[in-house]
C-alpha cells in the first residue's frame, strides 16, 4: 500500500539532546513537509522541500533541521536549540498540482 | 496574509443532528480548499477537497461542504451525526503556487452526545 510512515510514533528526549525523526513515503511524490501541531494552534509549517537536494524554512524553522537525499526520505531533526520541542509532529507529501496533501500518523515527541 | 480560520474552537452535537463547521479564508484569489480530520493521536485524512467548479463538493462518510465566495467560506455539513465522527477537523488552503504548503486552521474540535 501506498502511503507515509513516520517513526518511531512516540519520542523522549532528554534536555540538550538531539533528535531525529524519521518520515519516508511510496508515493512516488516530490514535495514534502514538516508539521508541528500543538494544542489549540492547528498545524504550523516547520520545513518543506520541493525536490531531492533542496529544501526551505517554513514558518517556525528554529531549532529544527532536515536533509533530503532520496526523495522517499525527508527526517527532521529537532535540536537542542529547540527550546519547546515537546509537540505532536506530522509529515506530509504532495505530489502534482490540485492534489491533496497525504499525512503520515505521526510522532509524538515529550522532552523528560 | 494568507489565512484559514475556524471560528469555533469546541462544537458538541446529538447523535443524529445535523453538523455544520465553519471555515473562512483570506487570500488574494481562490485558494485550494480541504477538510481533514484527525482521531486523537493519529495523522489527518481527508474529507473532501475544492480546486475549482461545482461549489458543494461531496466527500467520504457523508460530508459535504460548500464554496461560497462571496462570503470566503468553505463550510463543512453533515446532516446527521454518527458517535464515530467525534474527532478533531481542520479546514486548510493553498494557492498550489510558491511552496505549495497547506494553510490550516486551528481546527474544531467534535464531539458527539449520546
Known amino acids: 500500500d501506498g502511503g507515509i510512515t513516520q517513526s518511531p510514533k512516540y519520542l523522549f528526549r532528554k534536555e540538550g539532546q538531539n533528535v531525529t525523526l524519521s518520515c519516508e513515503q511510496n508515493l512516488n511524490h516530490d514535495a514534502m513537509y514538516w508539521y508541528r501541531q500543538d494544542p489549540g494552534q492547528g498545524l504550523r509549517l516547520i520545513y518543506y522541500?520541493?525536490?531531492?537536494?533542496?529544501?526551505q524554512k517554513g514558518d517556525i524553522a528554529e531549532g529544527y533541521s532536515v536533509s533530503r537525499e532520496k526523495k522517499e526520505s525527508f527526517p527532521l531533526t529537532v535540536t537542542s536549540a529547540q527550546k519547546n520541542p515537546t509537540a505532536f509532529y506530522l509529515c506530509?507529501?504532495?505530489?502534482?498540482?490540485?492534489?491533496?496533501?497525504?499525512f503520515g500518523q505521526g510522532t509524538r515527541l515529550t522532552v523528560v | 496574509a494568507q489565512s484559514v480560520t475556524q471560528p469555533d474552537i469546541h462544537i458538541t452535537v446529538s447523535e443524529g443532528a445535523s453538523l455544520e463547521l465553519r471555515c473562512n479564508y483570506s487570500?488574494?484569489?481562490?485558494?485550494?480548499l480541504f477538510w481533514y480530520v484527525q482521531s486523537p493521536g493519529q495523522g489527518l485524512q481527508l474529507l473532501l477537497k475544492?480546486?475549482?467548479?461545482?461549489?458543494l463538493v461531496q466527500g467520504i462518510k457523508g460530508f459535504e461542504a460548500e464554496f461560497k465566495r462571496s462570503q470566503s467560506s468553505f463550510n463543512l455539513r453533515k446532516p446527521s451525526v454518527h458517535w464515530s465522527d467525534a474527532a478533531e477537523y481542520f479546514c486548510a488552503g493553498t494557492m498550489d503556487t510558491g511552496r505549495r504548503a497547506l494553510t490550516f486552521g486551528s481546527g474544531t474540535r467534535l464531539q458527539v452526545q449520546p
Open positions: 506530509a507529501s504532495r505530489g502534482p498540482k490540485n492534489t491533496e496533501a497525504f
Open positions: 522541500s520541493q525536490i531531492v537536494n533542496d529544501f
Open positions: 487570500y488574494g484569489a481562490t485558494p485550494y
Open positions: 475544492y480546486f475549482s467548479g461545482d461549489t
